[in-house]
Nanobody, 121 residues
Framework: QVQLVQSGGGLVQAGGSLRLSCAASGTIFSINDMGWHRQAPGKQRELVAGITSRGRTNYADSVKGRFTISRDNAKKRVYLQMNSLKPEDTAVYYC???????????????WGQGTQVTVSS
């Protein structure tokens, strides 16, 4: 089976930086799009940043210029570098990836376990 395991996150003061990492493991044939979402208390989960297998990126307007998504295809990892953090960035962050486990199977979306990011003012 496929697992996405996240690391990073924690508590940081406003203006600080954090780096999230997410590693895919298991029976993997290919990984297509990867991304990061977040969910704040009482709010819906929202896309923060996405990256295609070829490295094309997209960002939520609220994080453009502050967050950078990247991936290492050889290591099956996706990263989120978060700079100039604001209290409104406080949320549980989830990585996701579209993964195919076999050449004949369509990719499915998998999620990491979530990690708390708290930005104090």
């Amino acid at each position: 089976q496929v697992q996405l395991v996240q690391s990073g996150g924690g508590l940081v003061q406003a203006g600080g930086s954090l780096r999230l990492s997410c590693a895919a493991s298991g029976t993997i044939f290919s990984i297509n799009d990867m991304g990061w979402h977040r969910q704040a208390p009482g709010k819906q989960r929202e896309l923060v940043a996405g990256i295609t297998s070829r490295g094309r990126t997209n960002y939520a307007d609220s994080v453009k210029g502050r967050f950078t998504i990247s991936r290492d295809n050889a290591k099956k990892r996706v990263y989120l570098q978060m700079n100039s953090l604001k209290p409104e960035d406080t949320a549980v962050y989830y990585c996701n990836a579209e993964i195919s486990t076999h050449i004949v199977l369509a990719p499915k979306n998998y999620w990491g376990q979530g990690t708390q990011v708290t930005v104090s003012s």
